[in-house]
């Protein structure tokens, strides 16, 4: 049912937690330069759907393709390797250092000095710079450490860090709970010119609203299966709502 | 306030305890008699090279947002190893090698086989088997004291091979070389944690174990290469010890572990990690050398050198916080 290129396929995901089952079979795919909602009640599943793709957690059961592989991520640096970002609802940031440093987590710019590995800061610096600018993020000094800066400018370095590492799939856990009305417009367009480059977007939000102005296709999650699974233009978000309340599950259309 | 005074208060409250220890130096200068001379001033930077290797490792550990309570032991093991096998006298075996300077790097080589495997003993338990840092490492503090003392079955080994001392008799520019490898080791390490990804990884790892595990940080490798380079920087610290004393005791090296606390915490190492930096922590190890220096001067009682101890580690950790509050002032 999309015009897009399969990235990543979800075959009968299932995750337990012992007698709990937190996910029962979820199967859908995400296209490439395809932006998803990924909707749900508190406790649906969403962010443990998240963490299996990005390998924080193994699923019990069930198949991934990505980019036409078999996929499983051990861990979040085998997923990284794979080319999937992750943006985590509680911020992934190290307040201890600065943003710079923070930017360039895990994959630190080197140069060599009497043959040892040095860290290039002046080269990292500019990056770093270059990149807040074009998205138009304004942080005081890139020295900061990041324990001194505002919970909006947290959100927009890791934004940007995402944007600027990109990859081919790119999960974001409710990236702008604390960002304010101008730099949530600023994200969601930040969102549309990733996918616009060909990479697939997974964007988990509570927000209806927030959904139906980025996303191509939304699925919703219920008690651990897909309640539905629908291009956002042949849906409304009443009939969204009453996916995600499990009010009329037919409403939703056929799955896939 | 302007940027530049809020430099200027930055620079100061990170290099605080810098600025301690030259005002602790101005005032013993001026009111201890003969404590102004060049001499003593060697002294103290001599009496601090075993602890200042030892508060290395602990640092990096700490840093790292974890704990080593075993790294005293360790330093006795290391030196109670090196003692037996190339002290002459008492339970020494007096073994000779030909050259004799051979003496030198295989002590070594046995001084941090012994600290190394420690570390990653504590490490391995700590990291894959996720016990608690403060647990697993107080075992390993006493249980290899008591391998120190079953070894030595109480007893000591006197007389190190002189081509071993040799690093505690030449001197260079006033300062005999143990004192010069711990300079060293400050400097090296200094280097690794501003300039080295491995640096930046354990400072990360210190302050959002969590973050750096998602940003594809090795996070287990590297903890469990801290926990063993501070077992082998604390054998070091032993070896600088047999060399010292020329020998190693049964208790050699008991109560260092809690001045290495001291120095760490006076040098600006959080205890909940991912806060601090080496050279701070032999601006501390330096302070604490000094005021021992200025109670011998003195002539007090050597047993008012802990209760001072004391007193600055709480003023130590109150400085910590209250520059805690003056940070978020500034932001």
Redesign the interface.
Known sequence: MTSFAPLLVLDDIRKNYGAIEALKSISFTIGKGEVVALLGDNGAGKSTLVKII?G?LEPTSGRMTFDGRDFLAR???EA??AGIE?V?QD???????DVV?NFF????L?RKVLG????DEKAMEAVVAKALASAGTKIPSLR?KV??LSGGQRQAIELNRFVHWGGKLVLLDEPFAALGVEQTRRGLEMIRAVANQGIGVVIITHIMQQAFQVADRIVVIRQGVVAGDVATKDTSPDAVVNMITGETLAAAGAAG | MNPNTRRALEFILDNLVWFMLLFVLLVFSIFVPNYFQPGIFANIIEASSVLGVMSIGLALVIIAGHMDLSVESVAALSAMAVGIVFCSAGIGMGVQLTPDWLGVPVSLIIALAVGSAIGAFNGLLIVKLKMNAFIVTLASYIWVRGVVLALSGGRSAQDLAPAIRWFGVQRLLGLPLTAWIAILCFVVFSLIMAKSRFGRHLIIIGGNQNAAFRAGIKVDRILITSFVLAGAIAALAGWLLAIRTSGATANLGMGLLFNAFAAVVIGGVSLKGGVGALPGVYAGVLLLSAINTAINLMGLPATSTQVIHGLLVLAAVLLDTLKLSIRQKLA
Request: charged share 15%.
């Open positions: 990005a924080g861990s979040p640096s990284k390797a992750t985590y911020l992934s940031l190290a307040t201890n250092v440093a987590m895990g994959r630190e080197t040892m590995s040095v860290l900061t324990e001194h």
